[in-house]
């Protein structure tokens, strides 16, 4: 049985699930001016963690 490769992260996706759930955030906290910066840098986060994932299992 052949292995099946495993796709490099995407930043854009990390930063557009980042946004989402920041402005989500962002609305819960009745703060919206906060809730896409938050969101960026956890989707910015989550993408340096993706990346190891990727580096380590290649």
């Known amino acids: ?17 980042g946004l989402c759930f920041g402005s989500a955030i962002g609305l819960l906290l009745d703060n919206m ?9 956890f989707g910015v986060v989550a993408y340096q963690l993706a990346m190891e994932r990727y580096k380590k299992e290649s």
Do not use: S
């Not at 796709?7 to 557009?16: C, H, S, T, Y």
């Not at 001016?33 to 840098?41: F, N, S």
């Open 33 to 41: 001016a906060m809730g896409p910066g938050v969101g960026l840098l």
């Open 1 to 17: 049985m052949e292995k099946k490769q495993k796709k490099k992260p995407e930043l854009g996706l990390f930063l557009a699930l």
